[in-house]
Structure formats: C-alpha cells, structure tokens
C-alpha cells in the first residue's frame, strides 16, 4: 500500500510540471487575461509588428485631430471643392476604422473574436480600397468635368469596384470560412489565390499608369510630380506583396514576412502618404485665399488707414 501511495506521488509530481509546461506553450493558453495589457502588444504577431502599425497610424489621426479645426474652416469656405469635403470626411472614417484595427490585432488569435475581426478587416480594407481607387478615378477625370459630376463618377466607379471586391470576400470568409484576414499563419492556397489575384490588378493598374507618364497619352493624366510619385510608391509595394503572395502560395515561408511587411506599410503609412498627395496642397492654397479674404475685409473696415499718414 505504501508502495502504491509512493508510486502515485511520483507520477503527480512529474505529471504537474509537464502539463503545466504543455499548457504554457499552447497557443490556446495565452489570453489578455493570463498575459496582461502587453498582451495585445506582443501576444499575437509579437511587440515590433504591433509596435509598426498603432504608433503611425495613432499619429496620423491625432494629426487629423489636431488640424480638425483649420481643416473645417478651409472646407467651409466657398471656393472648397465638393470632391475634396467628401474625401476628407471619408479619410476621417477610414482613418478611425484603421486605428481600430491595428490596436485590434490581438483578435487574429481569439478564436471567439474571429468574426469581429473578419467584419472589421473587411470594412477597413474596404475603406481603405474605395479611397485608392476614387483617388485614381478622379485624378484621371481630368478638369473637364464639374465638381458634382467628377464626384458622382468617381464614387459610381469606386463604389462599383469595392462592392464587387466585398461580395467576393464576404463569400470567401463567410461562405466557405476562408480565413481570409488572419495573417499569422500561411492558410490555405484558394485564401493566397485570392490575394494573388487582387494585389497582380492592383499591380497592374499602377503599372499602365506608369506606362503612361512614360509615352504619348502623358497628356491625359494629371502633370502633378506628387501623384506620380504617389503611383511609383503604390506600384512597388503592391508589387512586392504580389511577389510575397506568391511565395506564400508556392510554400516559401519566406512569403509570409514579406507580405506581413507590406501589410505595415499599407496600415501605417498609406493614409499619410494620401493626405499628402492629394489634400495637403489644397489646404495650403485654401490657407492663401484665407489670407487674402482676412486682409481684405481688415482693409475695407480701415484698420490700415494709419500706415499711409
């Protein structure tokens, strides 16, 4: 009988520490609960990665914030065009939802958060999908049109896209239960396929673009050195995530940080490169025409009648 107690006190004392350490390192065992706050920080894709996508895109909207004041005054002035005020209230949207997914990426490895983050992930990309699209659509319009016809065009044309872009992942994800929006592993091949096929036409488009600064129909698009450079950025990055797709999809693992890395520079850096490309100079001339209003009224109401005594 002792024999059987001794024996069974073992068998605890070496069971305990193993199934604690198989608990351990389970993916199932870490939670926010069990890892605290920093948990959401280096829990899923680790501390730099997290770190890369919440600092910049926390910055660009606490620079939203900080300019909302001036900007709403520039776009209630007269002179504000229709398709600027309804792009910068559309970044305003976009940019909080991207806030919210990348302070949100704990939920890629809650497998009872997958479907809040499959609906936040669609409606982000989305977002983020309809204002690179209506930037090409209305830069390529030209100014013949006016400004309530370039916006109605411009969103027929990206509103057209987009929703056949969400239709198609709607069915992936919640049709066939692609996982479609986590990246922390490399999936399946129809989720790469699908990838694949959606960064080569994006790929495209930037690449005809460029074809086309560079031959005769140069003169039908815009003669603006910052929306070119806007496409030479967008043709490289989306180049090289068709490129880490692909390794992904042939079994490279190597793919999969590639694509990761791509992934941070969209997140982080796309909405800035945006604003700058297409809103930055607007509200500096609006700023100009400001001026020249202020100076005007302030010289009709005589405040410089005293400098020609």
């Known amino acids: 009988m002792r024999r059987w107690l001794a024996e069974g006190v073992m068998e605890l004392a070496v069971g305990a520490p193993e199934s604690n350490s198989s608990f351990s390192s389970s993916p199932s065992g870490a939670t926010p609960s069990s890892g605290g706050p920093m948990w959401w920080v280096s829990g899923c894709h680790g501390t730099v990665y997290s770190l890369a996508v919440m600092l910049p895109s926390l910055a660009f909207v606490g620079f939203l914030a900080w300019q909302a004041r001036r900007s709403f005054r520039r776009l209630s002035y007269g002179r504000s065009h229709v398709v600027v005020v309804a792009y910068y209230a559309l970044l305003w949207a976009v940019a909080v939802l ?16 997958a479907f809040s983050w499959n609906v936040l992930s669609l409606f982000t990309k989305s977002g983020m999908l309809f204002l690179e699209v209506s930037l090409i659509a209305f830069l390529l319009q030209g100014n013949e ?18 929703a056949a872009d969400v239709l198609l992942k709607t069915i992936y994800v919640f ?27 994006l790929t495209g488009v930037y690449g005809l673009i460029v074809f086309m600064y560079h031959s005769r129909w140069r003169d039908r698009l815009p003669a603006k050195p910052a929306y070119y450079n806007y496409v030479c950025a967008m043709l490289l990055l989306n180049g090289i995530s068709l490129f880490g797709c692909f390794l992904v999809a042939t079994g490279a693992g190597f793919g ?9 520079c969209y997140h982080s850096l796309y909405l800035p490169l945006l604003y700058v490309t297409f809103l930055a100079d607007f509200f500096q001339e609006e700023d100009m025409l400001l001026e020249n209003v202020y100076y005007s009224e ?3 109401a005589g405040f410089f009648d005293a400098d020609w005594d």
């Open 98 to 113: 991207n806030l919210l997914w990348c302070f949100l990426q704990a939920w890629q490895c809650m497998p009872d958060r």
């Open 175 to 201: 049709g066939f239960g692609v996982s479609l929006f986590i990246d922390v592993d490399q999936g399946t091949g129809g989720k790469w396929g699908l990838w694949f096929l959606h960064k080569l036409v």
């Open 298 to 300: 302030m010289k009709d």
């Open 145 to 162: 049109t006016s400004g309530f016809e370039s916006l109605a065009r411009t969103f027929v044309i990206s509103g057209a896209v987009v």
């Open 256 to 264: 999969l940080w590639l694509y990761n890395l791509t992934s941070v």
